[in-house]
């Protein structure tokens, strides 16, 4: 799924960090970072800001449920 337009970085993780299941970010490269581990996430945000504007990321979740609670953050932000 691509999640575009994350404004408020700190709520996007917090919402991953709410899923049950793997959830990985896609890098352009093919590389996967598993946006649960911790370390994962604060490579991830600084990915995030030396870009300044994320238009959008590609993420991957194994569990449907996941998929529902990032949609609905996408929704509501």
């Known amino acids: 799924m691509t999640v575009t ?5 700190e ?5 991953i960090n709410k ?3 793997k959830v990985e970010l896609v ?3 093919g590389d996967r970072f598993n946006l649960k581990s911790t370390l994962s996430q604060y490579v991830s945000y600084v990915r995030i800001l030396s870009n300044c ?3 959008s990321v590609q993420i991957v979740t194994t569990n449907f449920a996941d ?3 990032i949609m609905r953050y996408m929704m509501n932000n």
């Open 5 to 9: 337009n994350i404004t408020n970085v």
């Open 11 to 15: 709520k996007f993780f917090a919402t």
């Open 19 to 21: 899923c049950e299941g």
């Open 27 to 29: 890098t352009e490269q």
């Open 53 to 55: 504007t994320v238009p």
């Open 67 to 69: 998929s529902q609670k």
